[in-house]
C-alpha cells in the first residue's frame, strides 16, 4: 500500500493523506540552522548542534505522536484545523504534502478555504521561513482567525528536558511589533537569542504556554483558538512560546499571504543591549527586512533549487528505470548530503541529545557525499584525522561544535583508524588534490602534536598491523563496525554501556572483519604510496597485506563462509559449529570486495552461503541463527530479541556490501536484485508494512526472526545511505573514479540493454553511454573516448571544462 507518490520533475515525494504510517520527515537547511520536518508540519529547529542550540522543543516518544512542530491553526466559523491535519486533526477536505529538497509544501483544504504552506530555510541565512496562502474558494466571504504557534526550547535540550526546578524561572520573552524575541539566558552567558516574526502586525499575541493552550489545554485545542482568542501573554519563566493571531476578511475568490519567520542571531558580546534589559535588534530587524519583499520568498526558493540542481548534477543517470533513476539521481544523493549534515545527531530516532559525530560514521558518509562537495569533504577528514590519538587509534566520537574529541566514549574501536584510509582515499579518487596529505592535521587535537596527514593515514595502518591477535588476525577492541559484538565487555549489570565497561583492550578476542578492511583500505594505502614513489614502503605494507589475506583465508575461513570473530577465550564467532550466530553478513562482504578468496573460489562459496542463509524476500539479514538469549561473551549484539538491529535484522548499511562484493565476481543479476530489495523507491508499495519514509533508507528492517518482519526503524541517518550510493553509482553502474583515471566497469543485468551516466569528476564532464546489446553482466570489450578507441576501460582525466563522450560496450 502506498501513502502518496513521486513527483520526478519536481523531485518531490508527494503525501496524499496525514495518516502515514509513521510522520515522514525532511530535512530544512544545509549550513548551520537545521529544522526537521514531518507531513504534518510537526517536527523542530535548531542552530548547528541539535542538543546545545535547540530553538523550538520537541518531545519524543510522546503519545499523541508528533506533537510539536510549527503550528497554523485557521477558525472558521465553529471550525477549527490545520493545513496539515495536526495536531487539531480535524477531517480536511484536501490533503498533500509535498517534501521537496530542502523545502517541503503542504496544503490543506478545509470548507471553501484552501491553506498552503511552504516551508524552507533560505541559502545562506539562519532562519526558517513559512509562506501561508490562504485562499477563499467558497461564495461567500470568509472571516478567518489564523494563529501561528510554536513552542520554545530553552537552548540546551538535554537541559530543558531534566532541569525544571530552574528552567521553569529562567524564561524570557520580549515582544516588539510582529516580533516575539526570544532570550531566555540572555542576560547572562549567551550572546545569541531566537525570534518569531510575521510580515505584519497581528491582531493579539501569546508568549506564555498556559496563556495560549490553558493551563490544562493542549495543542490539539487551545485555549486561544477554540476560545476568547490570544491575550498579549509575557511569559515570565515555565514555558514561553510565540503565539499570534491574525484576522483576515477573504472576499469570494480572494486570497492573501503571510509570512512567517523563526530566525537565530548572534550579537558581539559589547553590542548585546540596546538599553539595560532590551536585546538589541538591529541584526534581526535587517533579517526581517530581507524577507520583507514577497518575491524574496521565492527568490529563496529559486536560490535553493539552483543549488540542488548543481549538486545533483555531478552524478546523474538515465536508464529508462524510472524508480533506478529517482534514486539515483535525487533521493540517495540528497540522503548522503543529510547524513553529511547531521550524521547521527537528529532524526525523529536520534534524539539529538546523544551522539556526536562518529569517527567511523562520518568517514563512511564521506563515500555517499565527496563528489558533490568536495571541499567540505575535505575539511571533514582534516577534523576528523584530528580526533587521532599519536598511536593511531582514535577517538569514537567528536562534537561538532568544538570538533573536539568525546573523553566519554573515548576510543578502541579497532576498525576506525582504517576508515580514515577508507575516506581519505575516495576523496584522492574523486579530486586528484594530493595537497591534502601534507596538511598538518592535529593528533589528539592538540598542535603540538600536529603531523601531515600522511602520517596519520600511515599511523592507522601501522596501528593495525600492530594490534594482532593469537591468530594474527586484527584485536577487535571494544568492537569494530558491529557496535553490538562487544567481546571484551562481559556486562552483568543493566544500564552499563555495553562498548565501554570492561577490559577493551583484550588481548585475545580477534576480528575477521576488520582482517578483511586492513586487506581493501591496506591496498588503498599501498596505491597511494606507489603513487607517490614511497616504493620500499609500499612493497613492505603490500607484503603485509598479503599476510593477512593468508591468515584470513586460514584463520578466518569456516568452510564454506568466512567466521566473524575470535572471542576472549579465542572460540569461534560465526561458524557452523556455534549454537546460534553461526554466519554473519559482515566478513562476506568486506573480505570479498577485498578481493579475499576470488581466484581461489572461497569468495564465491561465501556469497552463495549468504544468498542460502541469509536472503530473505526484504532483505539480507546480519546473522542466523539469531541468538535467542543473552551472552555475556558477546554482548549487546544478543541483547536485542531475535530479528532486530543486530541480532539478525536487515542492516541495511552491510546489504550494499554485498551488492559491491557480488560486482566483484562479476555476478550482475544478482548484485542489482539485492540492490533493489531494499531500495526505497523499489518497495514504495509495502509502505504499509515497511512503514519509514519510502524515500529514503532506514538503519534496520526487521528480520524475519522478528514478529513484524518487514518493518523498518532509524530512517533516515545511516551509513546506508553512502553505501547504497556507493554500490549502485561505482558497483553496479560501474563508474568509479580512481587515483589516475575513471574506470568503466559496469556490473549489469543481463537484461538490461545499456544506460547513460552523466558525471563530473575534475572539473570535466564525462557522458558515457553503455552499450549492452550483447545481454552481458560485466565486462567492458571495447571504449571510445571522444570516438578514439582507448584499450582496456579507464579513462585519463580530461582537461577542466571539457565535456568528453564515452561509449562503452559490454560483451
Ligand atoms: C545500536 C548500534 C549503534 C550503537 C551506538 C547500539 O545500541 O544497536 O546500531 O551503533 O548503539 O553506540
Ligand atoms: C550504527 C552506528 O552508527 C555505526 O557506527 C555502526 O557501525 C552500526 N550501527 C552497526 O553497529
Known amino acids: 500500500m502506498q501513502y502518496g507518490y513521486f513527483d520526478d520533475a519536481r523531485r518531490e515525494y508527494v503525501i496524499t493523506t496525514p495518516r502515514t504510517p509513521l510522520p515522514w520527515i525532511n530535512y530544512l537547511g544545509s549550513e548551520a540552522f537545521f529544522t526537521l520536518l514531518s507531513n504534518t508540519a510537526g517536527g523542530y529547529s535548531f542552530y548547528k548542534d541539535a542538543r546545545l542550540r535547540r530553538i523550538t522543543r520537541y518531545r519524543y516518544n510522546a503519545s499523541p505522536l508528533d506533537g510539536e512542530g510549527f503550528r497554523v491553526y485557521i477558525r472558521d ?140 489545554g493542549s495543542p490539539a485545542r487551545p485555549r486561544a483558538v477554540f476560545g476568547g482568542g490570544c491575550t498579549g501573554s509575557i511569559a515570565h519563566g515555565w514555558q514561553p512560546v510565540a503565539a499570534q493571531q491574525h484576522t483576515l476578511l477573504l472576499p469570494p475568490g480572494g486570497s492573501v499571504r503571510l509570512l512567517f519567520g523563526l530566525g537565530y542571531i548572534e550579537n558581539p558580546r559589547e553590542e548585546k543591549w540596546e538599553r539595560p534589559g532590551v536585546v538589541n535588534k538591529t541584526r534581526a530587524e535587517a533579517m526581517m527586512a530581507r524577507y520583507a519583499d514577497p518575491a524574496a520568498f521565492d527568490a529563496a526558493m529559486d536560490a535553493l533549487r539552483a543549488r540542488w540542481d548543481g549538486l545533483l548534477s555531478a552524478y546523474q543517470l538515465c536508464s529508462g528505470e524510472e524508480k533506478l533513476d529517482r534514486m539515483v539521481n535525487i533521493w540517495n544523493q540528497y540522503q548522503c548530503m543529510v547524513t553529511f549534515n547531521m550524521s547521527r545527531s537528529a532524526s525523529y530516532f536520534e534524539s539529538g541529545m546523544g551522539r556526536g559525530m562518529g569517527f567511523r560514521d562520518s568517514c563512511q558518509d564521506l563515500l555517499g557525499f565527496v563528489h558533490m562537495i568536495p571541499e567540505r569533504a575535505r575539511e571533514r577528514i582534516l577534523d576528523i584525522a584530528a580526533t587521532q590519538f599519536p598511536d593511531g ?54 598542535p603540538a602534536l600536529a603531523r601531515p596527514l600522511l602520517e596519520h593515514l600511515r599511523r592507522s595502518f601501522d596501528y593495525t598491523r600492530t594490534h594482532l591477535g593469537p591468530h594474527g588476525l586484527p584485536l577487535i577492541g571494544r568492537a569494530d563496525w558491529n557496535d553490538c559484538l562487544n567481546l571484551n565487555c562481559f556486562s552483568e549489570h543493566p544500564g552499563e554501556s555495553f562498548q565501554t565497561t570492561g577490559p577493551s583492550e583484550g588481548p585475545v578476542a580477534e576480528s575477521v572483519f576488520i582482517g578483511g578492511m586492513f586487506v581493501q583500505y591496506g591496498r588503498a594505502w599501498v596505491d597511494i604510496l606507489r603513487h607517490l614513489a614511497l616504493e620500499a614502503e609500499a612493497d613492505a605494507a603490500q607484503r603485509d597485506v598479503d599476510a593477512m589475506v593468508q591468515t584470513v583465508l586460514s584463520a578466518g575461513w569456516d568452510g564454506a563462509w568466512f567466521r566473524r570473530a575470535y572471542d576472549a577465550e579465542g572460540r569461534v564467532v560465526g561458524g557452523a559449529a556455534c549454537e546460534e550466530g553461526q554466519i554473519f553478513i559482515e566478513p562476506q562482504g568486506m573480505c570479498v570486495m577485498a578481493g579475499i578468496g576470488v581466484e581461489t573460489g572461497e569468495a564465491a562459496a561465501a556469497l552463495k552461503s549468504v544468498e542460502e542463509r541469509l536472503d530473505t524476500k526484504y532483505g539480507i539479514v546480519l546473522l542466523q541463527p539469531a541468538y535467542t538469549r543473552y551472552r555475556l561473551e558477546l554482548g549487546e549484539i544478543s541483547s536485542y530479541p531475535p530479528g532486530y538491529k543486530e541480532n539478525a535484522g536487515i542492516f541495511c548499511h552491510n546489504n550494499p556490501w554485498i551488492v559491491c562484493a557480488e560486482a566483484e565476481l562479476g555476478h550482475g543479476d544478482r548484485a542489482f536484485a539485492v540492490y533493489r530489495r531494499t531500495a526505497p523507491a523499489y518497495i514504495e508499495d509495502i509502505s504499509d508494512i515497511h512503514r519509514t519514509e519510502p524515500y529514503v533508507y532506514s538503519q534496520m528492517i526487521a528480520g524475519r526472526d522478528a514478529p513484524s518482519f518487514g518493518e523498518a526503524k532509524n530512517s533516515w541517518l545511516t551509513g546506508t545511505a553512502a553505501w547504497t550510493f556507493l554500490s549502485i553509482s561505482q558497483a553496479i553502474l560501474g563508474v568509479k573514479p580512481e587515483l589516475d583515471g575513471l574506470r568503466i566497469n559496469p556490473c549489469i543485468p543481463g537484461k538490461c540493454r545499456g544506460f547513460t551516466v552523466t558525471r563530473r569528476w575534475r572539473g570535466a564532464t564525462y557522458r558515457i553511454h553503455v552499450d549492452n546489446t550483447a545481454g552481458a553482466e560485466h565486462g567492458v570489450v571495447s571504449l571510445t573516448v571522444d570516438g578514439a578507441a582507448v584499450p582496456g576501460n579507464l579513462i585519463p582525466p580530461a582537461a577542466p571544462g571539457s565535456t568528453v563522450e564515452v561509449e562503452a560496450v559490454m560483451g
Request: with cysteine.
Open 393 to 446: 587509534s582514535a577517538y569514537h566520537q567528536y562534537q561538532p561544535l568544538t570538533k573536539k574529541g568525546n573523553l566519554a566514549v573515548g576510543s578502541g574501536f579497532n576498525d576506525d583508524p582504517l576508515w580514515l584510509i577508507a575516506g581519505t582515499d575516495a576523496y584522492l579518487r574523486e579530486t586528484g588534490d594530493w595537497s591534502i596529505l601534507d596538511e598538518r592535521v592535529d593528533f589528539d587535537n592538540d
Open 77 to 216: 466559523g465553529e471550525t477549527v484545523w490545520n493545513p496539515g491535519w495536526q495536531p487539531v486533526q480535524t477531517e480536511l477536505d484536501r490533503y498533500q504534502c509535498r517534501h521537496g529538497l530542502g523545502y517541503s509544501v503542504l496544503e490543506g483544504a478545509k470548507n471553501g478555504v484552501t491553506a498552503t504552506q511552504e516551508l524552507l530555510v533560505p541559502n545562506g541565512d539562519d532562519c526558517l521561513l513559512t509562506r501561508l496562502t490562504l485562499r477563499n474558494d467558497s461564495s461567500g466571504t470568509k472571516r478567518l482567525e489564523v494563529f501561528p504557534y510554536i513552542e520554545i526550547c530553552l537552548w540546551d535540550t538535554m537541559d530543558d528536558s531534566s532541569n525544571f526546578q530552574r528552567n521553569f524561572s529562567t524564561g524570557e520573552v520580549e515582544v516588539c511589533g510582529a516580533a516575539v524575541y526570544h532570550k531566555t539566558e540572555y542576560r547572562e552567558r549567551r550572546d545569541h537569542f531566537a525570534f518569531f516574526w510575521a510580515d505584519r502586525e497581528p491582531d493579539g499575541f501569546d508568549t506564555a504556554r498556559e496563556a495560549f493552550l490553558g493551563v490544562y
